[in-house]
Each structure stands twice: as C-alpha cells, then as structure tokens.
C-alpha cells in the first residue's frame, strides 16, 4: 500500500480549513484511507540517521497516508485534497477535456520500428500555460516517483519524462540507436556523455542504478530526440539537462514509453488530470498526435469517459443495506462516480471519468458505495446459517504426528517450499525432467527456481548449516511437496510428506527404520501385508546401493527410507553418514 506523505498546513490550506489530528484521521477513514503517522522531516531522519544529522532539517508537520495501491488518482496532494472536497460536497467533480490543436499547429512523437524491441510503445501530452510553485514542482516530481514505484513496476511496464515544451521544437522521434551513437548531458550533470558512460556514472547512484538493468544488456538502448536533434531522455533512466523543468516553465510536454501500452494510457491520464488545474484554463490538456511505426496514428492523452449500469438492489445486497437508487446515486457521486437513476428507478447510470482507472467491474462500484455509506454505518447482522469451524483432517493429523516425532527426540525443521534444481535434482543424482518438477518461470534468484518434489534437500542444507551443534543432530519435516499433474486446474498437486534424518558417526539405519515403525504404531497400521505396512528392498539415485528399501502401505507405494549416497552427503557438504526417511501421509486420512 503506497504512502504519500503531504505538508498538514498546506493540506489545510488547500481544504478551506482546519482539522484536528483526530478529526482528519476520521475523515481519512470515512474516506477510505489510513492516517499512518504524523511526523517531520526532522523526526524521520533523526529516527533514521541520528539526532546530529538532523539538525537544521525543517520542523515542518507531515501527515503520513495509506493510499490503495489501485488509487493512483490519490497519490499526490492535488489528488487528494480533490477527492476529499467531492466527498464532503464542498465542490463538484471537474469536467476534464482535451483541446486538439489546429492542423498543423500541434505536436508530434513519432515512433520509429527501432523501439519495436525495447521500448515499443509512447504516448505524450502537453500542459500548456501552467504555473508552478516550489510546492506545486516538489508534488509534480513527487507523483511521478509514486507512479514509476507503483503502476510502473519500477519503470518497467512505463517510464515517465517530463520536459519543458519552450526549450526545444517537434514533432519529435523516438527511436533506439547503439549505445555509442547517443551522446548527451543527463539531468543536473555538468558534461556530455555517450549511453554507455552514463550507465557507468550511474551505476552507484543509490536511486538511478536500479534500473539500469532494464536495457543495460540490450544492443540498442530508447531514446527521445526533437526536430534538431536535442535529447529529451534515454527511457526509461534519466532525461536530459537540456529540457529540465524549472519553477518558470509555462509548458510542459509530457511523454510516457513503456511496454504496456493500457499502463501507459493510465499513467498519462493520471498526470494530466492532476496537474490540468494549474493550466490558465483550468482542466484543460492539449492533445499530441503519435505515430506508430507502421504509420497508424493517434491522438494522446484519451481522458476517456465512459458509463456503466448498475442495478440498485445488487449495491444494497452485496452491502447490506437498503438505500433508495437516487440516495445511491448521491453516495457514488460523492466518491468522484456521476451518477443517476435511469428509467423507473431500476438502474443506476455511472460515469466512470478517466482519474478512476481502479473502475473495471460492478463490484468496483459496490466498494465505492459502501465506503460513501460508511462501514462503520452498516448494521451487524447474524449470519442466517450456522456453521461450526473444525480442522482440516490433514491438518489434524499433521499435528499429531509433529507430536509424536517430538516425542521421539526429533527437532523439527521448517524449511523452503522453493529449492535450486541443483539441490532437487543435480546434488541427489537426477535430471531435473525426470523429477516432474513445477519450474519457476521468472525466478528472482538461483536458489528459488522449482517447487521442491521431496523434503529431503531442505533438511540436508539444515544439517550443513548446523554441522556445529553436537551429534546426533536428528530433524524432521512434514510439509507439502509439489508435482505437476495435468489432470488439475491449476496443472499441479499439492502431497503432504512426512521426512526424518538421523545424522553421526554411524549411518543409523536401524533408528530411521524404528521411527517408521513408530508412525505406523500411532497411525494403528500393523506390519503386514494384507491390511498393514511392509518394506521392499529398492533402489534410489541419492542412496547408497543395497541400503535403500520402498514403504508400502494400504496397497500403494508411500515413499523410502535408507542410507544416503556419499556422493550426496559430499554435495551437500557434510562429512558424516546419514539415514533419511520420507513417506506421503494422505493415504492414511
């Protein structure tokens, strides 16, 4: 859940009048968010860095606020401060429009086929004839951090630029050229410098080196030129010095590349919205024509608006009240959602503007109805069916073999559901295809990249990591594995094992093969082979050959136990013999 963080004063300033600490975190809740904290800049870097450093830091009261993170239109002061005034009625809902310029008079972005690779998507739009403020600039560059954080995807899906429109003159042309053939001087730098010299200058940088990596290893990297030539920005790192923003700018030419193009539209729509009320005429965004590689065009941003019809008795069923359609229709119009009642009072008619992208289905509107009606305003009810909760049968017997292998002197280990294919597969002597593994599609890092098929990697890495305490070190597990299996929905299956090791000198077979005995004991399965449990000598790629023997129970296989391979001790990095024991424990439900 984002955090803005916004000056009390100015907050109240831009409200019309004061609150207390208690009525505004009232208010934020009425309204659907979370006063966090109210701190200072000073406090925050005393908390962080220390009293000496925050000397001289300004004293000044901010107001911390949970925002959703589907609220985008929320994430500034000016989003705020207007839907706070809309839900309290002080004013109506601003009308947004776009203004197309003249044939000819109005700016172009062209996007090259370079891009396709990269970056292949841009939409632009220009705020004409805005005044800034110190506050105002400082809210400007603050939303589009909070958006490049959030919908963003850390610049990911989109990258926002922001330039000053008067420095520089269309259409303009984004394109992607080698590294070395891009020269410029980055935002606040003082020299020229190729792409390849600028990911070097910001390689240590604590904010701009994380993104880096987005198009580091590509063999063109996206960039913004106007009609001579001047560099706008090197999506999505850094802008030019040349176009920067300053407190005097009167127009501002706004560009958003990215890989998603409806993220992009978002985030455009978003910006201009905000910021539109600062224009000479308020609400007023100027159009910018793209065109696309192929030679389609159109015409950004789209400050959509659109409508949706909804019945009254579904808000009052799904949120437990009984409100008349046009007292309805007051409580979504109070949340920034025109609406009317429609024909015989059987539908309510929404307009959806373009600052409400978080709008895609009814229940969207029913959330926003009962945050107007006030949850604390909804009466408590019993629930007409009566129910009694009990647990899983699973998870109950789970519980009760966990007690019984405590009881039997065994420490249990809890360990991660994701492994390396390494540790599933190369360190016991598979190949992962043989293991029918769910791999990772995107893992983060080398040690999650499969969900684990057997409990016994984790528990021997458990072992290495604590070679030190005194022997015997004996652990268990009883945990869910995961297969692939494409009889399902989801095309994998979840089984619940059960694993103990017994790690010294000796290999202790003979205490894993006394456990096992221990587990059917409890389970009430006698050892035989008609109706009970039985052992069958097996083989296995992680144990060592004529030490490893198969459990069959209720007339199926249920896993092994035996001694472990010494090229898998030696894998895993530990020096003395082992004995392991694994079983599936749903057939005993």
Not at 56 to 68: C, H, R
Not at 144 to 160: P, S
Not at 297 to 320: D, M, S
Not at 508 to 534: A, K, S, W
Request: with cysteine; net charge negative; charged share 25%.
């Amino acid at each position: 859940m984002p955090t803005i963080s916004v000056k009390r004063e100015l907050l109240f300033q831009a409200l019309g009048r004061s609150y207390t600490d208690e009525e505004f975190d009232e208010l934020c809740f009425e309204f659907g968010l979370e006063l966090d904290e109210i701190t200072s800049e000073k406090d925050i870097i005393s908390k962080e860095k220390g009293e000496e450093k925050a000397k001289g830091a300004s004293d000044v009261v901010l107001y911390k606020i949970d925002v959703p993170a589907n609220r985008y239109d929320l994430l500034c002061l000016e989003g705020l401060v207007r839907g706070l005034q809309v839900f309290k009625e002080r004013i109506n809902i601003p009308r947004f429009e776009k203004i197309i310029p003249a044939e000819g008079e109005g700016q172009r972005l062209i996007i090259t086929e370079q891009t396709a690779q990269i970056r292949p998507h841009a939409v632009a739009a220009v705020l004409r004839n805005i005044t800034f403020t110190k506050d105002r600039y400082d809210s400007f560059i603050d939303l589009q951090e909070k958006l490049h954080q959030n919908i963003c995807r850390k610049r990911a899906l989109v990258a926002i630029g922001t330039h000053d429109l008067d420095t520089i003159t269309g259409p303009f042309t984004f394109t992607a050229k080698a590294p070395s053939e891009i020269k410029f001087k980055p935002l606040n730098q003082s020299q020229e410098y190729t792409a390849s010299q600028i990911m070097d200058l910001y390689r240590t940088d604590s904010h701009l080196r994380h993104y880096l990596h987005l198009i580091e290893n590509k063999p063109r990297y996206p960039v913004i030129y106007d009609s001579n030539g001047v560099v706008l920005s090197m999506p999505p790192i850094i802008n030019g010095d040349h176009t920067k923003i300053t407190l005097n700018t009167r127009n501002v030419f706004i560009e958003c590349t990215g890989t998603d193009i409806t993220k992009a539209k978002i985030v455009l729509d978003v910006i201009v919205t905000m910021f539109s009320e600062y224009c000479e005429k308020p609400f007023t965004v100027e159009a910018v024509e793209v065109v696309c590689p192929k030679g389609k065009t159109h015409i950004y941003p789209e400050l959509a608006y659109r409508t949706e019809k909804v019945k009254p008795e579904y808000i009052n069923k799904k949120v437990g009240i009984s409100e008349t359609p046009s007292s309805l229709a007051k409580l979504l119009t109070r949340m920034c959602l025109k609406s009317h009642v429609t024909g015989n009072g059987n539908h309510l008619e929404i307009e959806i503007p373009p600052t409400r992208a978080d709008i895609i289905h009814a229940c969207d509107i029913v959330e926003d109805a009962a945050i107007a009606y006030g949850y604390n305003n909804i009466q408590m009810v019993i629930p007409k069916t009566y129910t009694i909760a009990n647990q899983l049968p699973l998870n109950k017997l789970t519980e009760l073999l966990r007690l019984d292998l405590a009881a039997a002197g065994f420490t249990e280990a809890l360990t991660f559901a994701l492994c390396s294919q390494e540790d599933l597969a190369d360190k016991l002597g598979m190949d992962i295809s043989a293991t029918n593994a769910v791999l990772i599609a995107n893992p983060k890092t080398a040690e999650f990249q499969v969900a684990r098929t057997t409990l016994v990697p984790g528990l021997l890495k458990t072992i290495a990591a604590n070679r030190k305490m005194p022997l015997p070190l004996k652990l268990f597990e009883i945990s869910d594995i995961v297969v692939k299996d494409p009889n399902t929905d989801v095309g994998a299956r979840n089984y619940r094992h059960l694993c103990a090791i017994y790690y010294n000198k000796s290999p202790g077979f003979e205490i894993i093969h006394g456990l096992l005995d221990r587990v059917m004991q409890v389970l009430e399965v006698p050892p035989n082979e008609e109706n009970g449990y039985t052992i069958k000598a097996a083989e296995g790629t992680a144990f060592f050959p004529g030490r490893c023997a198969e459990v069959f129970a209720k007339g199926q296989s249920i896993g092994k136990l035996g001694v472990v391979h010494p090229d898998v001790i030696t894998k895993f990095e530990l020096t003395m013999p082992c004995s392991v024991l694994e079983i599936n424990i749903e057939p005993f439900l």
